[in-house]
Structure formats: C-alpha cells, structure tokens
C-alpha cells in the first residue's frame, strides 16, 4: 500500500524600486534517484519573461539556472510536487 503526497513550496521576494536580478540557481527538484516515485512536478517562476537552462550537478541533481532580461519588483519561485511514497524493503 502507498500513500500519495502532495507538497507546495512558494519562494516570494517584494523589492520597492525595480532591481535588476543576477542568474539565479534553484534547486528544488527530486533527483532521478530518489527512492519515492515522482507523481507529478510543477515549476512555476514570475516574472514570466526569463530563460531557464536545466542542468545535473555531478551527484545527478537537478538544478534550473534562471536568467531575467529586464528589471522586475518580486521574484516568485512556486513548486508543486506530488509524490508516491512506499515501504521500501531493505
């Protein structure tokens, strides 16, 4: 028998003049190895006009390098992730 999570994670800055922001990394996706079954993953990052690069540490961990062209007043990182976990047998 299994149990199926679900998890939100939301990241927020305000900032009260316009910044520009530097390349951000951001590590908030399971490894390919982990031993719980990914469901389903969400990303989601505002402002909306970025590029995202996903590269694998050398361990095989995700991580998105984030680049944003043009000032912004908040940045908002938000992950939705719903996850099978199961006894697993030693």
Known sequence: MSIHAALNHVTHYKYDRPVQLGPQMVRLRPAPHCRSSIISYSLRVEPANHFINWQQDPFANY?????????TTEF????DLVVEMAVSPL
């Open 63 to 71: 991580q998105a390098r984030l680049v944003f062209p043009e000032k």
């Open 76 to 79: 908002k990182v938000t992950v």
